[in-house]
């Protein structure tokens, strides 16, 4: 079964299979008043030859999932012929969604994720704690508070915003430090790959031996409906 990874943040959906690179896509559609007030949807704003005019229309509002419609449209392309071309029926997919998420947004992931578009199996979960997954799979250590500081795409290309981005990592450390127990080791990390950082770590998640038994699967979904993904995914 081929497992599709999405970070599905505010911005930017950082998207693709297990066995792929990722690619970086906008999470939204744009209006565009010089094209008779077409609608544009992700990587579609490609085409517009002048941006200027454009109107975002988002997904997110305060970091939270709340305009459904867009984000249908959005999935819909990404998960569509120009895109991914998804064979739902032979698909797990692992998504994103951010810490303390309200609980009607899950429900309705859930209802929209198993039975508008029918993957198979499903794992809802944190883009930090996929952060830390990639961190410990390929940095091996023993038990530590760990800061991942993603930031914005430019932190890893200015040479300014990197050394300042560095310097504030130093000093949440010390404020960190000052706050977790003595024989706990505190890391701060910029990586090298801040925006695809998380969904490394869900590629990585999906080729774990343990994978299998975090996901709900569709049939579980239908017998247990949302229960059975708030026991298990626990976010």
Known sequence: ????????????AK?????????????CQFRSKTSRLKTFTANQLDEIKDPSGLFYILPFQKGYLVNWDVQRKVWDHLFGKEMFKVEFVDTSIIVTEPYFN?????????????EEYQFQSALRIN????????????????????????????????????SKKLKEGIRR??????????HLPVSVILPSN????????????AHSPDYEEMVVTREEFEENGHAVCEEKFDI
């Open 1 to 12: 079964m081929a497992t599709l990874v999405l970070d599905n943040g505010a911005n930017s």
């Open 15 to 27: 998207i693709g299979y297990s066995q792929e690179k990722v690619r970086v896509i906008p999470n």
């Open 102 to 114: 309200f609980s009607s947004i899950q429900e309705s992931m859930n209802e929209i994720l198993f």
């Open 127 to 162: 883009a930090g704690s996929l952060s830390a997954h990639h961190y410990f799979h390929t940095k091996p250590s023993e038990l530590c508070c760990l800061v991942v500081d993603s930031g914005f795409s430019f932190t890893h290309i200015v040479p300014y915003c990197r």
């Open 173 to 182: 450390s010390e404020v960190l430090r000052s706050l977790v127990p003595a």
């Open 194 to 205: 801040p925006v695809s950082y998380s969904w490394e770590g869900g590629k990585l998640l």
